[in-house]
């Protein structure tokens, strides 16, 4: 049974990642909740079949597919020019941010998000181009299976996985 410290100050579930700076940690916190407030689930650190990781993966109750690709800082962003990679993976996209960085560094084609580690705000939307069906379930089936590991490792922390999906 737990005590009142534990219900005032609940513990994580899961250990934070470690990839990330502490900026980008706040950023995945406040998208994770922006998207959570609309009725999405969301997973942090997706692996694709590509075998690309995208930072946050959210399906909606309908089975929208949305990606958000967090860029902490300028240099952040100047480095890393995988992100087109992960439109075949999704029906949306996004980039979220801190409210630092200069937005017009960002391309005006994609969603853009603003976000800390309290929450988020969608600056613009993203285009909607719907995944064929093929693409769509084989993400869908990644998703749910990745969720169902995270459920089992918290259940039981011992437990043995192939690290196939």
């Not at 860029?71 to 949306?92: E, G, I, L, T």
């Not at 990644?142 to 918290?154: E, G, I, V």
């Amino acid at each position: 049974m737990s005590d009142s410290s534990t219900i005032l100050n609940p513990q994580p579930l899961l250990p934070p990642d470690g990839r990330q700076s502490a900026t980008a940690a706040g950023i995945q916190r406040g998208v994770r909740r922006l998207f959570a407030q609309l009725g999405h689930v969301t997973i942090p650190e997706f692996t694709l079949a590509s075998g690309r990781r995208a930072d946050v993966i959210a399906l909606s109750a309908n089975g929208v597919l949305t990606i958000v690709e967090i860029k902490s800082s300028v240099a952040d962003f100047r480095a890393d020019r995988k992100w087109p990679d992960y439109q075949d993976f999704c029906d949306r996209f996004y980039f979220a941010v801190p409210e630092s960085l200069p937005l017009d560094i960002l391309p005006e084609d994609r969603g853009l998000i603003v976000a800390d580690s309290f929450g988020a705000a969608i600056l613009r939307e993203s285009v909607h181009h719907p995944l064929a069906g093929a693409r769509r379930k084989a993400v869908t089936l990644r998703f749910a299976h990745a969720a169902a590991m995270t459920l089992h490792a918290l259940a039981d922390p011992d437990a043995v996985f192939d690290g196939r999906l």
